[in-house]
């Protein structure tokens, strides 16, 4: 299988309108939810950043979780999110950190 590598970002995607809640599981079978807050193309494949689902009522000061997940599509055409390589996440997190840079410096203007 060959696969291309395309170091280039295309342009990051912001959500939907309606975010997607996304359902992990971890290895002890403990279920978190998190929103879909922004799709990072990088090359051919897409990650998402996710936001830790908070209740509304929620009062602590705790920041949400917020973590970065490959997506890609199984054999029935549905999204599965799964962990990065360190490679990938390193990638995704330059991706991140250079767009709020580009608007910090439209902000400053």
Known sequence: ????????????????EQSA????????GNIYLYTEELIIP?????????????????KSDDEPEVII????????????YIEPTDEEFEKVQAAYDSLFDEEEA????
Not at 1 to 16: G, L, R
Not at 21 to 28: A, I
Not at 45 to 57: G, K, N, Q, S, W
């Open 21 to 28: 809640v996304v359902e992990m599981t971890d290895d002890e």
């Open 69 to 80: 997940a490959k997506i890609v599509v199984d054999e029935n055409g549905e999204d599965l």
């Open 42 to 58: 990088l090359g051919e494949d897409r990650f998402a950043i996710l936001v830790e689902a908070t209740d509304e009522d929620d």
């Open 106 to 109: 439209v902000d400053e203007r």
């Open 1 to 16: 299988m060959s696969k291309k590598k395309n170091n280039q970002a295309a342009p990051i995607e912001p959500a939907e």
